[in-house]
Each structure stands twice: as C-alpha cells, then as structure tokens.
C-alpha cells in the first residue's frame, strides 16, 4: 500500500523567507511518480511538479525547488524568498506505476505574512 | 484550452432533491475523475473514467451516481444525499490513464446538504 506523510500541517513565515515543505513517501513499487501539487484558498489544485521514480534530480524552477531522495524516501519543496500568492495548502501526492490512482498526503497548509 | 470548468460553483439541497455536477474538458483527456474533499482534508477519489468507461469506484454510496457522456464530459448525479455529503466536490482530468500523468482540476461545487 502506498501512502505520503507531510508532518508539517500548517506553517507560518515572513515574506522573503525560505521555507521547505517535508513530504515523506512509502510504496513497495519500483516505478511510481511523485507530484506536489498547490491549492489556493479558491479551491483549485494546480499541478506544480512531478518526478519519476528513476529520475532523482533535483529540480529549480524560479522560486521553488524541489529536493528527490529515494535513500530517504521522501521529496521535499522549497519556496526561496516567499511571496504572499505563495499562500495555500500544498499536497505532496504519490501515483505507482500503470495505476490511475493518486495517493494524497495530508497538505501543509503555508501561510506567508507580509 | 487547458481548462477544466465546474458547474455550479455552489449548490444548496435538501435530504429529498435531485441534482446533478457538471464537470467540462477540452484538452482531449482521455481519463476523468471526481474527488471529494472535506475541509481540512486532501482530495478523496470517488470515481475515475477513462476512455468513458468507469474504471475505479471507490466503494462510493449508490446515493452519488456518476455519468460520462463523452470524453469531455462528466456528470455527478446527486439523490437522497445526507449532510455529512456537504463538501467540496473536484473534477479533473489527465491526459492518460496510468499514473504517470499529472491531474488538471476544475475550481470545485461548494456542495451543501440541508
């Protein structure tokens, strides 16, 4: 059985701070897909990222960045210099192989104050 | 186009009504699927269609019935719900039907249940 741990549930910062969100995962899957994805207070995901389980590279992409570790299990999200828009509640989501469900973590919620 | 459009925004029914969720794509996506979300919570999948045959149901109550007309469609008929059903309800789409692809989501029906 899969499953996604983000231990952090809510997080407060200043703006311009950085801030790392912790997203653990578990399957017993060899190939699967990791996704993180962003859900602002009007209620729609967007897909941020998503990474395959053979491609352990990390990722930047403007302000985020996003650190893979399969000896550790997990895929953690970096916001460098937070912004207000960065607001919402991000999920870290896990899908295995030829199978359509995705498995969400719980969310951490980030709040960015001005 | 890379849209998923909901309607209604919000929804207002009482124990006895019938109503149903539209859900609209037009990225040629050929796999659909409907979430539930309570506040607080991540998305939690109720059906998936894809190439519009229904191909996961997550144990689901016969009370939600879904439909996919075409592959751009999806409906979620509505009978005889209970408040506990009051929630966020999510459509959204992908391109495939394995886990590698990312999930494009519609803004939602605000569903309250009186």
């Known amino acids: 059985a899969q499953k996604v741990t983000q231990a952090q549930t809510e997080i407060s910062v200043v703006e311009k701070e950085d801030v790392t969100l912790d997203c653990v995962y578990e399957t017993r899957d060899t190939t699967y897909y990791l996704f993180w994805y962003k859900q602002p207070p009007s209620g729609e995901l967007v897909f941020l990222i998503r990474?395959?389980?053979?491609?352990?590279q990390n990722e930047i992409s403007g302000r985020y960045s996003w650190n893979f570790q399969k000896s550790t299990s997990s895929f953690n999200f970096t916001i460098t210099a937070s912004q207000v828009v960065d607001s919402a509640v991000y999920f870290c989501a896990l899908s295995e192989g030829g199978y359509q469900k995705v498995t969400f973590g719980t969310g951490t919620k980030l709040q960015v104050i001005p | 186009d890379t849209e998923v459009t909901q309607t209604p925004k919000h929804l207002v029914m009482g124990m006895t009504n019938k109503k149903s969720l539209k859900c609209e794509q037009h990225m040629g996506h050929r796999a659909m699927y409907w979430y539930k979300q309570k506040a607080k919570k991540p998305p939690e999948l109720m059906f998936v269609?894809?190439?519009?045959?229904?191909?996961i149901n997550e144990s689901v109550p016969s009370r939600f019935s879904p439909e996919c007309p075409n592959s751009s469609l999806l409906n979620l008929h509505l009978h005889a719900l209970q408040p506990e059903d009051s929630a966020l309800y999510l459509c959204?789409?992908?391109?495939?039907?394995?886990?590698?692809?990312?999930?494009?989501f519609g803004p939602g029906t605000r569903l309250t249940v009186l």
């Open positions: 959204a789409s992908s391109q495939g039907h394995d886990g590698y692809n990312e999930q494009f």
């Open positions: 269609y894809s190439y519009e045959k229904l191909s």
């Open positions: 990474r395959n389980s053979f491609d352990e």
